[in-house]
């Protein structure tokens, strides 16, 4: 089975920094996603880590440790428009995602 | 049509009826995933189809059934829904061919159903 774990709630300023971290236990293991999803809306993809380390991606970046099951996303320069509920899900070989409760993320002015 | 389209937007169910939400894809993607979504437990698997010709159970199948019969369409069917039932609905695709690199699944607007 899978064990999925990241924060309820967190709040920030505009123009700051926001880290979601997301620890996970799982029978396997062939991928970490990030989706980002508006209130009302589907996901949408952030990010990918299958290796060990930091993706970049413009503002957004995503860490990934397999040995401790561990990852985090990272949004930098904060905006308004980043107020949005930040999914972790984790896929096993069969291509199937199983997905975190998610993270609400509140950006105020 | 782009991308991925449910159907309908929302709908309010009587118990016991059957109903059966939509999704289509144009992307060719070979598998093909419905979730439902309910506060404080995230997105949750009901069930996958790898391929058309095939399907599979995922993390809550109870009540539900699917079938592929084709690359482009998964409809979800509830035979005789109840109000446990009340969720949003996202029907998701991907490309998990060897060769297609990340495989980040693509998902639908979300269907809202409510079970009365």
């Known amino acids: 089975g899978q064990n999925i774990d990241q924060p309820t709630e967190m709040t920030a300023t505009e123009g700051a920094i926001v880290q979601i971290n997301c620890t996970y236990q799982?029978?396997?293991?062939?991928?970490l996603f990030w989706y980002q999803q508006h209130a009302g809306e589907a996901p949408t993809f952030l990010s990918y880590?299958?290796?060990?380390g930091l993706e970049e991606k413009g503002r957004f970046s995503s860490f990934l440790s397999r040995s401790k099951g561990y990852s985090y996303l990272l949004l930098k320069e904060l905006q308004m428009k980043d107020s949005a509920s930040y999914l972790c899900?984790?896929?096993?070989?069969?291509?199937?995602?199983?997905f975190g409760a998610g993270t609400t993320v509140t950006v105020r002015a | 049509i782009a991308g991925i389209t449910q159907a309908p937007t929302s709908q309010i169910l009587a118990a016991g009826r059957r109903m059966t939400l939509r999704c289509t894809q144009d992307?060719?993607?070979?598998?093909m995933y419905w979730y439902r979504q309910d506060l404080g437990l995230g997105l949750r698997l009901i069930h996958y189809?790898?391929?058309?010709?095939?399907?599979g159970k995922g993390e809550v199948p109870d009540g539900y059934s699917v079938s592929r019969a084709n690359t482009d369409d998964f409809p979800l069917t509830l035979a005789s829904a109840v109000p446990s039932q009340t969720s949003v609905y996202f029907c998701?695709?991907?490309?998990?061919?060897?060769?297609?690199?990340?495989?980040?699944?693509?998902f639908g607007p979300g269907t809202r159903l409510t079970v009365l």
């Open positions: 189809s790898n391929t058309a010709g095939t399907t």
């Open positions: 899900a984790v896929t096993d070989g069969d291509y199937k995602l199983s």
């Open positions: 992307m060719r993607h070979n598998a």
């Open positions: 880590n299958v290796l060990d």
């Open positions: 998701a695709s991907s490309d998990s061919s060897e060769t297609s690199g990340v495989n980040e699944q693509f």
């Open positions: 799982t029978s396997g293991f062939n991928g």
